[in-house]
């Protein structure tokens, strides 16, 4: 007679998903609004860390030129390897949650590298090009070193290859290399048709959700501007990129639209497609979450 193993990390995600996005997968207008008023008044307080990693991080203050003052939570590492530089995802509302202090201690560890994750501001108090502006101002003054790594995560991923094509222009060389977790890629919605056909799959987000949410956080940038819809921008600045993305989300259409728009141009990205697998995946103890991790690492080793 044999029996099923069970999986502890995988039982905590299900619980975990369950509990966190089974009443935004359903969320009215009204829910939405409500969500939004709750971000901004989170968004506020401080961050704090998870007890497990407070002996691991620690804060400082980045002061932007713009007047905001950013929390970073850092972890030292080897000086002679590029820092990594995590964007947090939370569709661009919502600071990180454990999973995100959970994948940096991760990464940090078995990298041997020095990590850094800013908690950047967010919708709806703020909007796209503070944000930007903020962040290139923490990377391009705060970063002392000759190279750096950039992981972003769903609006963290958009984020991050963002901040990789404009230092691709200031600063030629300098991004060692971009690896992007189910990115949020295209704000015009331009692949809508095809996301439809994946909402079927994807559990965890909702559609008209993500477009109220995201024409809030472009504020006055059109749709099409690359610091929203990077997928419009500089595609060169991305060749021999890694993205991660499941079969079972939405935003795979994003993804799908950055690898064939890059191929038709000649360019390189390392396309990671994991199957049955949802947003985010790499973030949580699950099979294929490791699996990912192991990947990165070796890279970044």
């Known amino acids: 007679m044999t029996t099923n193993k069970i999986n502890p990390g995988k039982v905590f995600t299900d619980r975990y998903l369950k509990m966190m996005f089974s009443g935004l997968r359903n969320a009215t207008l009204d829910d939405i609004h409500k969500e939004l008023e709750q971000c901004e008044a989170d968004n506020r307080k401080p961050v704090r860390i998870p007890r497990k990693f407070r002996n691991f991080f620690h804060e400082t203050v980045f002061s932007a030129r713009n007047g905001f003052n950013m929390p970073v939570f850092h972890a030292k590492g080897r000086s002679d390897k590029a820092p990594i530089v995590l964007l947090h995802g939370g569709a661009f509302i919502y600071q990180p949650v454990f999973f995100h202090w959970r994948f940096l201690h991760d990464i940090a560890i078995r990298s041997h590298r020095s990590v850094y994750m800013p908690v950047y501001p967010k919708s709806p ?177």
């Not at 991050?160 to 890629?185: A, D, G, H, M, Y």
């Not at 390392?270 to 294929?288: G, V």
Request: charged letters at 25%.
């Open 125 to 301: 108090e703020y909007q796209c090009a503070t944000a930007i502006e903020t962040l290139l101002d923490f990377v391009e003054n705060e970063i002392q070193t000759d190279k750096v790594v950039l992981i972003g995560d769903s609006a963290g991923g958009c984020l991050s290859t963002v901040l990789t094509q404009e230092l691709w222009q200031r600063k030629p060389n300098f991004v060692e290399r971009l690896i992007t977790i189910s990115p949020c890629l295209d704000l015009s919605y331009s692949q809508e048709t095809k996301m439809r056909e994946y909402q079927n799959l994807d559990q965890l987000i909702l559609l008209e959700r993500l477009m109220t949410i995201t024409a809030i956080w472009r504020g006055e940038l059109d749709e099409c501007h690359p610091w929203a819809s990077p997928v419009f921008g500089n595609l060169k600045a991305l060749e021999g990129s890694t993205l991660f993305v499941g079969t079972d989300e939405l935003l795979r259409a994003d993804a799908e639209l950055l690898r064939d728009t890059m191929q038709k141009q000649g360019l390189q990205i390392d396309y990671q497609l994991y199957n049955n697998m949802f947003h985010t995946f790499p973030l949580f103890p699950i099979p294929e979450g490791f699996d990912a991790v192991r990947k990165i690492t070796a890279w970044l080793r």
